[in-house]
């Protein structure tokens, strides 16, 4: 019985160690001085740490991280490397809409650039989704009512 105990312990305290869902890696084509140790931040706030940058075999740039205060991040979030402040960089996250979550087996890409223009970031993320294929017919309805009422908004007050 005290055996049992034992390895009962020990595989629970292995396994609340590892968490899949929050240890992801990002590919990247430049870092722009990214290191370990560098902030993840989401909506201004510190969520995670970067963990480890290696090269990948065709030559990318693999960013690891751990989230410390986000369980999971839907699968078509945004990874960007800027300035955070005047002497260090961060990764940035944009949380995307997708009802799934990535795992650390995902493949995601990142993007480094020098600084962040968030209203750029927001266009071209709006241009990229609608060149994409709607994925269910829902989400082009919600797309179309969204549509339907700016039009709607502009119209009032053009009146």
Not at 85 to 114: E, R
């Amino acid at each position: 019985m005290k055996q049992f105990l034992i390895i009962f312990s020990l595989s629970v305290l292995l396994f609340s160690c590892s968490d899949p869902k929050r240890d992801l890696v990002i590919s990247f084509e430049e870092i722009n001085g990214l290191d370990e140790g560098d902030y993840v931040i989401i909506k201004k706030q510190d969520v995670g740490t970067v963990t480890e940058i290696e090269f990948s075999k065709d030559y990318k740039i693999d960013v690891h991280i751990h989230l410390d205060k986000v369980d999971h991040l839907p699968r078509d979030s945004k990874f960007l490397i800027a300035k955070d402040g005047i002497f260090s960089n961060a990764l940035y996250v944009i949380p995307g809409k997708s009802k799934y979550a990535l795992k650390s087996s995902d493949h995601v890409n990142g993007k480094a650039i020098k600084e962040i223009d968030w209203g750029k970031e927001f266009n071209d993320m709006m241009d990229e989704s609608f060149k994409k294929p709607a994925q269910t017919q829902d989400s082009m309805l919600h797309e179309l009512r969204d549509i339907k009422k700016e039009v709607h908004e502009v119209n009032e007050k053009t009146k």
